[in-house]
């Protein structure tokens, strides 16, 4: 079963609107969350993190949202700009678990101009 | 950039042939993964390793193996390409971090896309 589910391929917007995206996580014992933003023919890059002592992190335009008692990860994006057009995966992983990330399917962001 | 590089970028190779897939890292990180990453799946871990000959079996390892016997070096091989094996391969590399500000993570290479026909 899947322990990270991105419940949404693909999410369009229009350039300066806000960007939502969502992620639900099985086990609560994950401590730590993280986003990924991938381009087409590059690696994923860290795009920004939480752990689970926080509810919320922002990086300027960037804002993750954390709420442990839903299991609810989400990403908003402030105002969005056609250079966020990426692939965007949530990953998570418990501290003293082999340090592995396990990541959702990703969710394919275009913003439009 | 974080000092990752995969080998080939591309590859195709015809069914039941071996191929090794090369991670290179000037980092002098402990942990390295190979993920796979296929349309519909996400990224998928196929092994990693916690030290020099340290691995271990991810999520989806049939057909894999994995070698570490310098701590630069992490080296994926499909023992008998199948068409199933088609896929982007992205390697990785960690130093865990636990302070609880800059949180952790990975730096990925940029993939190597192999073809089995």
């Known amino acids: 079963d899947q322990q990270v589910k991105q419940n949404s391929p693909s999410l369009s917007v229009q350039e300066g609107r806000i960007s939502i995206l969502n992620c639900d996580y099985t086990?609560?014992?994950?401590?730590?969350f993280l986003w990924y933003k991938k381009y087409p023919a590059e690696g994923p890059t860290f795009l920004i993190s939480i752990s689970s002592i926080k509810d919320k992190n922002e990086d300027g335009r960037f804002t993750v949202f954390l709420n442990k008692s839903a299991k609810h990860l989400s990403l908003h994006i402030v105002p969005s700009q056609p250079g966020d057009s990426a692939v965007y995966f949530c990953?998570?992983?418990?501290?003293?678990?082999?340090?592995?990330?396990?990541f959702g399917k990703g969710t394919k962001l275009t913003v439009n101009p | 950039d974080a000092g990752i590089t995969q080998s080939p970028r591309h590859k195709v190779t015809e069914t039941g042939t071996p191929v090794t897939l090369r991670c290179h890292q000037t980092e002098n990180h402990r942990y390295m993964y190979w993920y796979r990453q296929d349309p519909g799946h996400g990224l998928r871990l196929i092994h990693y390793s916690y030290g020099v000959k340290d691995t271990d079996k991810g999520e989806v390892s049939d057909g894999y193996s994995v070698s570490r016997s310098k701590t630069e070096d992490f080296l994926l091989t499909l023992e008998s390409a199948t068409s199933s094996q088609t896929s982007v391969y992205f390697c990785?590399?960690?130093?865990?971090?636990?302070?609880?500000?800059?949180?952790?993570?990975?730096?990925f290479g940029s993939g190597t896309r192999l073809t089995v026909v």
């Open positions: 990785a590399i960690s130093e865990v971090d636990w302070t609880w500000t800059s949180g952790y993570g990975y730096t």
């Open positions: 990953a998570v992983a418990a501290q003293g678990g082999s340090e592995k990330l396990v």
């Open positions: 086990n609560s014992m994950f401590d730590y």
